[in-house]
């Protein structure tokens, strides 16, 4: 297959959204929707270069995005598995699945290198009704940098006046490092290729004691809900999963600022 570069997002392609809200303030996920999946995949591998598909294996439903590979003839594919959404179950359950999809053709993989991203109360307006606490306030990214290892750099994120609410790292532009690919070359062999591109969790090789406690004390630290990292990561079990993804979880949280 000819080498593809898939590009960075834009600052306006990445969306914020609230994983979770208490009296002290908002965390908030990167995320982007399946209209710029569609938008990159046209744009890199043309519009007829590329199909999806669903398919429902033991009661879950996946999708399937196929490449053509002009080379071997033959279409390249990757696989993931969708969670069901708060509403409209069934066309949440094929958007999320096709986004996972994406993601494992390196669309989007730049967000997981973020750090966690938190916002005080007295930086945002929270309200609560009952039992719960709801933020009606709507959040942007205003800007965001690039690394040559495709990793986020800098962050600003805005609110709904405009008006800057979470910083981090260096001055962010949207655009990488001068001199440096903004994407990623995608090579592969002749014949299909399938992945879930789920994240393994290996039962028989659970963290340590020491690790979990480490992740613990990071959370305290960071103020970030276990819940919240369950939810970016797609992790069903935080004790079982594997020492690659713990890794992860922790430099993201390294990166994160102490909670007041």
């Known amino acids: 297959m000819e080498d593809h570069i898939i590009r960075l997002l834009r600052a306006d392609e990445i969306e914020c959204r609230a994983a979770s809200v208490s009296e002290k303030g ?14 990159i995949l046209d744009e890199t591998f043309g519009i007829f270069g ?12 996946y999708c399937t995005v196929e490449v053509y590979d002009k080379d071997s003839g033959t279409w390249v594919a990757k696989q993931d598995v969708g969670t069901p959404g708060y509403a409209e179950k069934e066309k949440s359950l094929a958007s999320d699945s096709f986004k996972r999809a994406c993601f494992n053709w390196g669309i989007g993989r730049e967000l997981y290198t973020a750090p966690f991203i938190w916002i005080p109360a007295d930086r945002t307006e929270i309200q609560r009704r009952g039992e719960r606490c ?4 709507r959040f942007c990214v205003h800007s965001i940098g690039y690394s040559g290892e495709r990793e986020i750099t800098g962050l600003v994120i805005c609110n709904g006046k405009g008006e800057p609410v979470y910083e981090f790292g260096a001055k962010s532009t949207g655009r990488t490092e001068k001199g440096r690919e903004q994407g990623t070359g995608i090579k592969g062999k002749a014949g299909a290729e399938r992945k879930t591109g789920k994240e393994k969790e290996p039962q028989d090789t659970p963290l340590s ?7 613990k004390a990071e959370l305290e630290r960071t103020g ?13 079990k935080p004790e079982t999963m594997s020492e690659a993804l713990y890794n992860r979880v922790m430099e993201a949280l390294s990166k994160t600022k102490t909670v007041a």
Request: charge should be negative; hydrophobic fraction near 35%.
């Open 26 to 39: 908002v965390s908030l996920l990167l995320y982007k929707d399946a209209r710029v999946d569609q938008r």
């Open 50 to 61: 590329w199909q999806r598909s669903h398919q429902c294996i033991e009661g879950s439903l």
């Open 134 to 137: 709801f933020c009606n306030d």
């Open 209 to 215: 004691r020491e690790q979990m406690d480490s992740l």
């Open 224 to 236: 970030v809900a276990m819940e919240a990292v369950q939810d970016r990561y797609h992790i069903r």
